[in-house]
């Protein structure tokens, strides 16, 4: 019992700072490079 609550208390933490590096990463949205057009033939037909 003891070892499922200390790979409880793990999993919890690893999960707990995975979302804390994912929200705090300073990226933000990103815009794709300006070198790339956007080819309308290649488009997904609910974009239209």
Avoid at 1 to 30: F, K
């Amino acid at each position: 019992m003891t070892y499922l609550m200390i790979l409880l208390l793990i999993v919890v933490a690893m999960s707990v700072e995975s979302i804390r590096l994912i929200a705090r990463d300073g990226r933000g949205p990103q815009r794709p490079p300006v070198s790339h057009f956007e080819d309308a033939r290649f488009r997904a037909p609910v974009a239209r």
